[in-house]
């Protein structure tokens, strides 16, 4: 079972910035397409950012523009540079595959609150 651990998150007034990590048990992580999703309060769990492979990235309307994601192979590690943060950003971030996420890797999370 791979353990994915994140970290970074906090409380931030709007227009702040935070930078996430999570961090990859999986010996064969640099093949993989990395994702970051967000969960609020009484809705679902949404794929916001990718990363693939060889480095291109996506991302959700809502955040882009202002979200970067990247990853450091060598670390095991996928990052998530958020500017410009509102208070609908407000939720739990994971992070897990993009393209076909395991439920049973799915980490505790970290909690960002955008709040003034």
């Known amino acids: 079972q791979v353990q994915l651990v994140e970290s970074g998150g906090g409380l931030v007034q709007p227009g702040g910035s935070l930078r996430l990590s999570c961090v990859s048990s999986?010996?064969?992580?640099?093949?993989?397409?990395m994702g970051w999703y967000r969960q609020a309060p009484g809705k679902s769990r949404d794929l916001i950012a990718r990363i693939y492979a060889g480095g291109t990235t996506i991302y959700a309307d809502p955040v882009k523009g202002r979200f970067t994601i990247s990853r450091d192979n060598a670390k095991n590690t996928v990052y998530l540079q958020m500017t410009s943060l509102k208070p609908e950003d407000t939720a739990v971030y994971y992070c897990?595959?993009?393209?076909?996420?395991?439920?049973?890797?799915w980490g505790q999370g970290t909690q960002v609150t955008v709040s003034s």
């Open positions: 999986e010996s064969a992580f640099s093949v993989y397409t």
């Open positions: 897990n595959d993009a393209l076909a996420p395991r439920e049973s890797n």
